[in-house]
């Protein structure tokens, strides 16, 4: 792939994600619906995610493709967790400002240690031909996609057995105007 392409993957990436962000902007979230667009959105990442290590280095065009699709999953799966989030809060707000300093912190902190890791091996690289065409399994292809596809596999388990409490509004007890 080109050079700019180090630019031009992550800009449609984040474009995506906004407009898929925008577009959930307006969706009204229950349990059900929070666990069903995660849930599409890790597929989308586990798809993606293979892709990813099975593209030939011959079809890198493709690659901008993937590049759609993982944005749209990082939004699906990023605005549900946060909401996920929120629901688990709830109107209890001792806490609040703990739960979501410390996710934060830990997403920093875990995307520090990836990105450490991915450029520790940058260049140690395997080429092994398949059908005449060659597979580079570099650590940076499997760290970008099994990785990925592989804790979004987990997430989704683990969002699909949460007992998430019903989000739907409750009717007000007294009236607003007296």
């Not at 800009?11 to 898929?20: D, E, P, R």
């Not at 699909?160 to 509004?169: A, E, G, H, K, W």
Request: glycine share 8%.
């Amino acid at each position: 792939m080109p050079q700019s392409s180090k630019a031009l993957v992550p800009a449609i990436i984040y474009v995506c994600s906004l407009i898929v962000s925008v577009i959930l902007q307006e969706t009204r979230w229950s349990s059900w619906r929070l666990k069903l667009y995660f849930s599409a959105g890790a597929v989308l990442w586990i798809l993606s995610g293979l892709g990813i290590v099975l593209l030939p280095s011959r079809l890198h065009n493709v690659m901008y493709v993937i590049s759609i699709i993982i944005g749209a999953a990082n939004a699906l799966m990023t605005v549900t967790s946060i909401s996920m989030e929120g629901v688990l809060v709830g109107e209890d707000l001792n806490g609040c400002a703990f739960v979501y300093g410390s996710l934060s912190f830990v997403d920093k902190v875990s995307c520090g240690i990836a990105l450490y890791i991915l450029e520790s091996y940058q260049g140690s690289t395997k080429i092994s031909p398949n059908l005449g065409t060659a597979f580079g399994y570099t650590v940076t292809r499997l760290g970008l996609g099994l990785v990925p596809a592989a804790c979004s596999l987990l997430s989704a388990i683990v969002a699909y057995t949460m007992d998430l409490p019903d989000t739907r509004r409750r009717p007000l007890v007294e009236p607003l105007v007296a």
